[in-house]
Structure formats: C-alpha cells, structure tokens
C-alpha cells in the first residue's frame, strides 16, 4: 500500500478496501518512524490529519467520489494553513500559525485530502539542499549524507521515503525539479499564474508557482486538476477555462517533435547524467518522437539574471517581516528601530540576509539602471529563446540538475557553486514556462537521476503525456530507496 500511486489508492477507496482513515494511519506511522532520521516533515499533528481523514470518510459514504477524496497529502510549510504552524522554514515564522488557508490548501480540502504535515524547506524557499532550514536539513532518502535538494526539499524526501503519497511544492528557479530529480520523483512546475500564489509566502512573486510531487506524471495531473484555477485575491492568477490535465494521457508519441537544447549538452553534465539523458532520447525515439536541436543562446545568463531579480523582489517582499505584524519579535530592544533591527538580524538566516543585502543594492538609485534593468531585459531575451524553440518543437527536453544529490556540506560555502545546481532550471521560471523533472535512471552511487521536460505555455496537458508514455516504457519512478 505503501508504494501505491494516488491513481491506485483512488481506485483501492472508490472500491471500499481502505478508507482515509486507514490511509492516514499508515502514512503517519511512516512518518513517526523514519521522520527522526530524514526531517522531511516540520510539523505533524495526527489529530489534525486524522479528523480531516474521518471528515473525508464521512464524504464518501454519503455518496461523494472525487477521484482523491480521502487521498492524503503533505504541504511544503510555505503554504498558509489555517490551525497549523507555517514557518517558512525560517525562525522568523517558527511560532507562526496562520489564521487562514492559502488557496492551493483550500482546493485541497475541497477535494477532501486529508494534510499530513507541514514539510521542511529553504528558509523562505531560497536554497537548492535545504540546508538553509532553521528546523535543521532534510536527509535524502537514498543517502543519508546527502541533500535532498531545494527548496522543496522536505517534500520531494517525504515523497521518495514513502512517507506521504504526494506533497506540493513551489518552484521559483527549480524549487520543485531539482528535488524531484535529487530524490527519484516526479514533480511539476506549471505554466506562471496557473496556480494562485494567495497564502504562499512570497520569495520572487514574478517567478514564484506552486505546483505538484508525487511518484508519477498521471499523479501530477490529478494534483495540477485540484491546484489550478482561477483565483481574484491573486492579481497574476490567470482567468483560464479549468482543464483536465490527464486528458492527453495515453495519447501515442508518434511524430512529437522533441527539442534538444545545444546550450544544455554543450558541457556541464556530469558522465552518468549525460549517458542517462541520451537513453532517454533514445527511448523517445522508440516511442516514435522525433529529435531537432534548437538553441538557447541566452539560457547561459540566466543564473546571472536570476540572481539579480530574484533578490530584488525578496528584499521588497521581505521587508513585511518586521516584528509588528506577525512572527518573531527580538525580545529586548530600547526603541522602534533597534527593536526592527534586532528582529531581522536575529529572525533571518545568512543565506535571506544575503539576498535582501543583493536585492536592495541591486535596487538602489544609481544601479537600478546597471543591474534591476539590465536583468530585466536579458529575461525577455531568455523568453524569445523559447518562443523561438517553440516554432521548431513541441516539447524541450535536457537534464534537471548538472548532476545528483551532492554531499550535506558539500556546496553551503560556496553560494557560486549552489546557485549552478539550478542551471537547467531557472531560464525555465524567467520565461513563465512549465517544466516538469521524472527519474531517468541512477549514477553509479545509485543515487536517482533527472530528466527535464520543458513545454511550452498551458502545454501542461501534453508534457505529462510525453512524460507518462516513457514512464509506461521505463520503471525508474518505481524505484524506491527502501
Ligand atoms: N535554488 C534557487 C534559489 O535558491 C531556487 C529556489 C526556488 O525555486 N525557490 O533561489
């Protein structure tokens, strides 16, 4: 039961072998048991979890058949949820518990999708190894010395480790890929403004979306059925039709016309992730796709672009953390401004200070201009790159991350070689594009590796398609570290 897809524990509800509550209790005492070694999870709170799960019992025996009423789910803890503790994985949130949901919660419970927990994260989602939590780095399931990724680190472990069937996650330059590549799942970031931002705490509200992780590309579109739509309290959600996102599932891939991007297999890959990814290409073509390489010459500044913009708006966003509203307050302090100052040097970690130092530089009178502007600009390049891609291929394909899980440790001195982690992905939240991460196999310390599927805008529908025919033709998200 354990290992099942949300596809099979829909299917295992509908025909009355288990119920929520059942469900919950197994997941819980999977938690209890191996949460003390990975810290997946920040908060749990089995009354919590099992009331929504009778709740959602109670729903079904009144005759309700949502195809995940009663699934459970984790929430990564950017996510505002009413009664539960939201941290943001920062001390300046640790006592925090929100007094309303964000969106993406409510449809879930609307769906009737008993919480789990509050997963564990970069504080305030800047990271790529979740070593920037306050509440300590998550364990990557497959090697307890290595990082799971970030930021949506405790979610994409929890996920891997079985912990819970699906989580959420956000992904504001790989947040969702890069963890999902690191622990063996597969995770989706939607097209920008698809998922509402209400209630997710905001790190760069131009790149910020959230969206699913589960064990396969079917579970992600059943998740993305449930997380989309049309929100007023989110001035980019965008007014769309509601789709189905399984629709295309099953359709052949005869004639697909994959785009490889030169740039991404020029250099950077290491050996096993390069061999992994060409046989995944080769297993497209089996599967009757046909290959073109297509350029994207600017994707190589979009780590420089990102870095720049990205602070930018977390420094504004960041500024609400105050000591007056909400969260932490230093707790001695002679008058209003010793009392902010103390508060945010004592509330925020290095790695937030870092980037609200960049971001207010890089916006200052006298370098708006050299910096803000300039990175400005590139992003619209870096999004013509696609557009033009685009004219040539129905879906782009390459690595998620330059490699797999790295050492805890390994990279936290050096924010240069951190931020390189998310090279393939950044360009991806520039542009507003989906982009999705599937196993593609393993390296040879059997840690798993990402294969990244880029589509164009609203292709969601047909990118879980390209990535549920080769996960029909391929076992690698069954693979389970223990
Ligand atoms: N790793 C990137 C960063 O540190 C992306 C994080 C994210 O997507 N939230 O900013």
């Given at each position: 039961m354990i290992h099942a897809s949300l596809t099979q524990l829909s299917a295992l509800l509908a025909e009355k072998k288990t119920s929520s509550v059942e469900l919950c209790t197994d997941y819980l005492g999977r938690i209890a048991a191996l949460n003390p070694t990975?810290?997946?999870?920040?908060t749990v709170d089995p009354d919590k979890t099992l009331a929504e799960a009778r709740a959602a019992d109670a729903r079904r025996a009144q005759g309700e058949a949502g195809p995940l009423l009663g699934v459970p789910i984790a929430h990564k803890d950017i996510f505002c949820t009413e009664g539960w503790p939201t941290t943001c994985g920062s001390k300046m949130l640790a006592n925090f518990v929100s007094p309303y949901d964000a969106h993406v919660i409510s449809q879930f419970k609307a769906a009737g999708m008993p919480s789990l927990g509050k997963t564990n994260m970069d504080e305030f989602a800047?990271?790529?190894?979740?070593?920037?939590?306050y509440f300590g780095p998550v364990k990557n399931p497959w090697d307890l010395k290595a990082v799971p990724g970030g930021s949506s680190g405790g979610s994409a472990a929890c996920v891997a480790a079985r912990m819970a069937p699906a989580a959420t996650g956000t992904d504001t330059g790989g947040s969702i890929r890069q963890p999902a590549a690191l622990c063996g799942i597969t995770g989706l970031k939607p097209t920008?403004?698809?998922?509402?931002?209400?209630?997710?705490?905001?790190?760069?509200s131009s790149l910020d979306q959230g969206g699913p992780m589960a064990q396969t590309a079917e579970d992600c579109g059943l998740l993305l059925n449930v997380m989309a739509g049309f929100d007023?309290?989110?001035?980019?959600?965008l007014e769309r039709e509601k789709e189905d996102y399984t629709r295309d599932l099953g359709k052949p891939l005869n004639g697909l016309r994959i785009g490889l991007p030169r740039e991404f297999f020029a250099e950077g890959m290491s050996a096993d992730t390069a061999r992994a990814v060409d046989e995944a290409i080769a297993q497209y073509r089996r599967l009757g796709a046909e290959t073109v390489e297509v350029g994207l010459p600017n994707s190589r500044l979009s780590v420089a672009a990102y870095y720049v913009l990205a602070p930018a708006e977390a420094s504004s966003n960041l500024?609400?953390?105050?000591?007056?509203?909400y969260g932490y307050r230093t707790p001695e302090y002679s008058d209003l401004t010793d009392m902010y100052e103390k508060t945010r040097a004592e509330g925020f970690g290095a790695e937030v200070k870092r980037r609200i130092l960049i971001g207010t530089y890089v916006l200052s009178h006298g370098y708006y201009d050299a910096y803000y502007i300039q990175a400005q600009r590139l992003r619209r390049l870096i999004a013509n790159d696609f557009t033009e891609a685009f004219k040539q291929c129905d879906v782009i394909l390459g690595p998620t991350a330059p490699g797999t899980a790295f050492k805890?440790?390994?990279?936290?001195?050096?924010p240069v070689q951190m931020y390189l982690s998310d090279i393939y992905t950044i360009a991806v939240n520039l542009a507003g594009l989906p982009g999705m991460s599937l196993p593609c196999g393993f390296d040879s310390q059997n840690l798993p590796i990402g294969l990244q599927l880029i589509g164009n805008y609203f292709a969601e529908a047909k990118m879980l398609n390209v990535a549920h025919q080769y996960q029909l033709a391929t076992d690698w998200h069954q693979r389970a570290p223990f």
């Open positions: 990975l810290n997946a999870f920040i800047m990271g790529s190894s979740n070593e920037t939590s920008y403004g698809l998922v509402s931002r209400y209630g997710m705490i905001a790190f760069a007023r309290r989110d001035s980019t959600s500024s609400r953390f105050d000591g007056v509203r805890l440790g390994e990279k936290s001195d050096d």
